[in-house]
């Protein structure tokens, strides 16, 4: 399902589509100053980096692939889902009937509150301060935590090695210009800029076609507690394998029992130390009243 | 002075033995090849299932069937209930061997198990896993002091024997209290899994659950051991000492029961009990194996003072709990299906022999009587 193929977008639909992915193309490079990205300082979410990717105008080229694979430098291989030489993936979903097409591209999500990255024992994976979640290997014990953790199944593992580390999309975060995919695409299905920018730049294009879009919104506005990649898609989000996440971000489900540790800590530890004070001196005392 | 009807097995100790040094040298052969070639020719594990048996079964049960150790340490030095002061020792024993087992397991698990000490440098407070690491090094050490009375009075070392005893109640504490919070997060692990578990065990609860059954499970053990210990090393336990700890596991297991039912009628699941879904057949069967029946023999007064039955409701609850544990690791998890390599059962079952073989030989070279 490709704009050029939908019968029902017009011509006149397609120009401002198009003239708002332009402009917001052109806003967010003039606004994504790189060097105030790596200056460390913590910027607010509005401003981190993001991806967003319309299923509806992706034509399936795959160029994204390749150019995930050469910055990256990472071997060619045939494979059909993400894995430790394969960060970004298109693939093509079909309704069993033929009639609902849609491409969907695979990436990490760089979420807001990354799942992996609270629930990483050692700190490996962590969120920059202008929003990619990058991987510290040398940190790493491969507990693979982080991939039972994740709701994209984004971390992956290099099984053929006897140490394995995780392989993942940082965002080409180390790239002036932004991720290597979002720059190839000929198509600005997928297009790279300042989060809030790219919200807008989508709303817009929902504006500007009510009923194109599925519920008319924007998945990773709020799934999970947002992420940095955004998508939009005409088929149900479910129906490319995109999981339906309330706006709780996942790592709030653990903190309630992480918070009580310092109170289990001292409580049962002050428990225990009366318990023991109390039944010593009813010993004693029953040791003395004996004859 | 019982009417215990166990097989009794101290003829057959000589082959038993064999047969778990075998298990116990293939573990370690597989273990070996996982360090030199990885894991893609003695595992099942994949990208969507990252955890398979030496989680679910090593970590997930290991930790709870040592839960024995804390419990008594906390009865016999804490509370002062001086009665179960004899069987301590072969608790303790149990608990450490146990931990000994779950870090072995954990170094053939992880990716980079040469950097396991990471963690103590690496903090990430966010994670339930890191919480889990710390406490589970420091228990180790923690049961490492607590056991080490008897093979210093082996050694004759009398002055930090007595070093030892000075500080034997705050360890004694911090080893009831690291547990508490280990045994519980052994449970946050899932909560941050809400979309790939079952609805019958996600619950915000599981904390709590898992620190529940791991009590009722460290008495189902202590019971177990000392049924064992009676039989095959010819000890000598007392049956006002079986009729406590049936209580105490009659006690939790009953806590467990209501949490659990509490927790599916609050979240209204109650009717996924029924969906007929393999997920629900388990979940009824690791419910009534390891709570419905063990509370019910233990009810009955007269069953609840025959040795013999508080041993099979004992056995009940352990295995009752190996199915749960099995259940959240494997069972609840969406994803392609896992079933373990035959090698990856090799090193979870050589493991378990080895310490079999070891507490054997602890129980028949070290003091374990306390003085």
């Known amino acids: 399902m490709t704009n050029t193929t939908d019968p029902k977008l017009s011509r006149r639909d397609f120009l401002k589509v198009s003239l708002a992915g332009l402009g917001g193309l052109a806003l967010a490079a003039n606004q994504m100053d790189p060097a105030r990205a790596s200056s460390g300082e913590e910027l607010p979410l509005e401003d981190h980096w993001a991806l967003l990717y319309d299923a509806t105008m992706c034509i399936g080229c795959r160029e994204c692939e390749t150019a995930c694979k050469s910055y990256n430098k990472l071997p060619e291989e045939d494979v059909d889902d993400l894995g430790g030489n394969t960060f970004t993936l298109i693939k093509l979903y079909q309704s069993e009937d033929g009639a609902q097409k849609s491409f969907r591209k695979y990436q990490c999500m760089h979420c807001v509150d990354p799942a992996c990255a609270a629930s990483c024992p050692v700190s490996a994976l962590h969120k920059l301060e202008n929003g990619p979640v990058v991987y510290d290997s040398y940190k790493c014990i491969g507990c693979r935590y982080c991939m039972q953790a994740c709701a994209f199944g984004v971390p992956r593992y290099d099984w053929s090695l006897a140490y394995p580390f995780i392989r993942k999309c940082e965002m080409c975060h180390h790239r002036e210009a932004g991720p290597a995919c979002a720059g190839i695409c000929p198509k600005q299905a997928l297009i790279f800029g300042k989060r809030s920018d790219l919200l807008e730049i989508a709303k817009v294009r929902i504006s500007v076609n009510p009923g194109k879009y599925f519920e008319d919104r924007v998945y990773g506005e709020f799934e999970g507690g947002g992420t940095s990649v955004l998508i939009l898609s005409s088929v149900p989000f479910e129906a490319i394998g995109l999981p339906s996440l309330d706006a709780k971000p996942l790592p709030d489900r653990t903190q309630w029992a992480l918070n009580i540790v310092p109170l289990i800590f001292f409580g049962v530890g002050g428990a225990m130390s009366a318990v023991y004070q109390r039944t010593k001196n009813k010993e004693n005392k029953s040791e003395e009243t004996k004859p | 002075m019982t009417s215990i009807t166990l097989p009794i097995v101290k003829q057959k100790v000589s082959l038993s033995t064999v047969i778990l040094m075998g298990l116990a040298a293939l573990g370690a052969f597989v273990a070996l090849f996982r360090w030199v070639d990885g894991f893609s020719l003695v595992s099942n594990l994949s990208d969507s299932r990252p955890w398979g048996i030496w989680i679910s079964f090593d970590l997930l049960v290991g930790v709870p069937i040592s839960a024995g150790a804390f419990i008594l340490a906390a009865t016999v030095h804490i509370f002062h209930m001086d009665k179960y002061r004899p069987i301590l020792r072969p608790a303790l024993l149990t608990g450490f061997l146990g931990y000994l087992m779950v870090i072995l397991a954990l170094l053939v698990d992880l990716g980079q198990p040469q950097r396991i000490w990471h963690m103590m440098v690496y903090w990430n407070i966010h994670s339930p896993l890191f919480e889990v690491g710390m406490c589970v090094m420091t228990y180790t050490a923690v049961l490492f002091l607590e056991f080490s009375p008897p093979v210093l009075e082996k050694l004759g070392w009398t002055t930090l024997l007595q070093y030892l005893r000075k500080i034997s109640i705050p360890i004694v504490i911090l080893g009831v209290t690291l547990s508490t919070m280990h045994q519980s997060s052994l449970g946050s692990l899932f909560l941050i899994v809400p979309f790939k578990m079952h609805p019958l065990w996600y619950t915000s ?167």
């Not at chain 2, 059954?213 to 090393?233: P, T, Y």
């Not at chain 2, 939790?252 to 057949?281: C, H, N, P, T, Y």
């Not at chain 2, 390891?290 to 041993?311: E, V």
């Not at chain 2, 494997?330 to 979870?348: C, R």
Request: hydrophobic content about 60%.
């Open chain 2, 205 to 371: 609860l599981l904390p709590l659950i898992f620190l529940v059954s791991a009590i009722a499970v460290g008495f189902g053990m202590v019971i177990f051991e000392c049924a064992m210990s009676h039989q095959v090393f010819g000890g000598n336990v007392r049956r006002d000492i079986f009729e406590g700890l049936a209580k105490g596991m009659l006690i939790s297991l009953s806590l467990l029961l209501l949490i659990k039912l509490g927790d599916l009628i609050v979240a209204g699941d109650l009717r996924r009990l029924f969906e007929g879904s393999f997920q629900s057949a388990m979940y009824l069967l690791e419910n009534v194996v390891g709570i419905i029946l063990p509370i019910s023999i233990l009810l009955i007064p007269k069953l609840r003072k025959d040795i013999a039955w508080i041993f099979r409701a004992a056995l009940l609850t352990v295995i009752g709990l190996v199915i749960a544990r099995l259940n959240i690791g494997l069972v609840s998890m969406a994803g392609v299906p896992y079933v373990p390599h035959i090698l990856e059962l090799a090193v979870t079952v050589g493991l378990f022999s080895a310490g079999i073989l070891a507490f054997g030989y602890a129980m028949k070279n070290l003091p374990l009587e306390e003085a």
